[in-house]
């Protein structure tokens, strides 16, 4: 089993300024996941109660001279701590700043080594800074690699992961929908979330004295659209919503407003455009973060991130 490539400059951009520190909020640990193809990010794919995410990038995008061998298909898995791999990656990037060597390049691997007191080797994910003069080492500690029959197990449950909804519409501005979640979060722990095929979003928090919501409507729709009903324009919005779950144009679920506010740090990626859906007969709230390439308006296929919320009551669907 073996593992080296070294990390590009736009690699070091995308993971030290956006996307090791939403991987951080998001959990202590996570699998690093690595294919011929891919590298991928999974928190909490083996877990029914959390937030689900997968961050996937096309090895191009992270490293050059990219190499992987393993008896499993050429794919190696291992749990890391991704607040480590951050700082090991930013020590890496002072060191390289610092050198004033044009030519000092940023090498990762996967290393066994004796660690100090112990008899036994353990395995480490390997930053090594690497210029003319000199070289420099960090070692990240990971899990011991995944089995053959794990990484068959994880591979299956990124799969299941990877289920769109058929509506997903996109959010309003995310500073606008943090403000509204951190109001609703001092009100109840439970949230309804609503979408409806016309491109509404509602979100709600109940209690026995209280009930606040807010309605953003007429948002991009992807997938199943419906035009809304002129007749109901001006009715509530519950009522509004009751009536699309009833025709089957709307979906309703309930999630943790823990869960919500922990997947609102994924906006740390900075992400162009989010699109929020509910899965099939309400299996989970899913939230897809798309990415531009540089300069345009088209979607960087070689970046994907999502995360998916698990559902408390499956509402209405």
Do not use: W
Request: hydrophobic content about 45%.
């Amino acid at each position: 089993m073996k593992f080296k490539a070294f990390i590009t400059s736009d690699g070091v951009n995308l993971l030290d300024k956006r996307f090791l520190p939403a991987l951080d909020k998001l959990g202590r640990l996570c699998h690093m996941y690595l294919t011929r193809d891919h590298t991928m990010f999974l928190h909490n794919l083996f877990a029914a109660d959390g937030v689900q995410s997968v961050a996937q990038f096309k090895k191009e995008i992270l490293f050059r001279d990219y190499r992987i061998s393993s008896q499993n298909d050429d794919r190696i898995a291992f749990a890391i701590d991704p607040s480590l791999l951050h700082r090991a990656l930013r020590s890496a990037l002072t060191i390289q700043l610092q050198s004033g060597d044009d030519t000092a390049a940023i090498q990762i691997k996967l290393v066994k080594k004796l660690p100090a007191g112990s008899r036994n080797p353990a395995p480490f994910l390997t930053f090594e800074t690497k210029g003319l003069r000199s070289a420099v080492v960090q070692d990240v500690p990971i899990s011991k690699p995944l089995s053959r029959a794990d990484v068959l197990q994880l591979q299956a449950a990124l799969d299941a992961a990877q289920e769109l909804p058929q509506t997903l519409v996109q959010v309003p501005d995310l500073a606008q929908l943090q403000s509204l979640v951190d109001r609703l979060k001092n009100v109840g722990d439970l949230l309804t979330v609503a979408i409806t095929q016309y491109g509404d979003l509602h979100l709600q928090v109940s209690t026995s004295l209280i009930t606040v919501g807010s309605e953003f409507r007429e948002l991009r729709v992807l997938g199943a659209h419906a035009n809304a009903p002129a007749s109901e324009q001006n009715l509530s919005a519950q009522s509004r919503t009751a009536l699309a779950i009833q025709r089957g144009e709307a979906q309703s679920v309930q999630v943790s407003m823990k869960h919500l506010a922990k997947s609102l740090q994924c906006h740390l990626s900075k992400p162009d455009c989010v699109f929020y859906g509910i899965a099939p007969q309400g299996a989970c709230l899913t939230m897809i973060f798309q990415f531009f390439i540089s300069g345009t308006r088209l979607m960087d296929k070689s970046i994907s991130f999502h995360c998916r919320l698990p559902v408390l009551d499956s509402g209405s669907t």
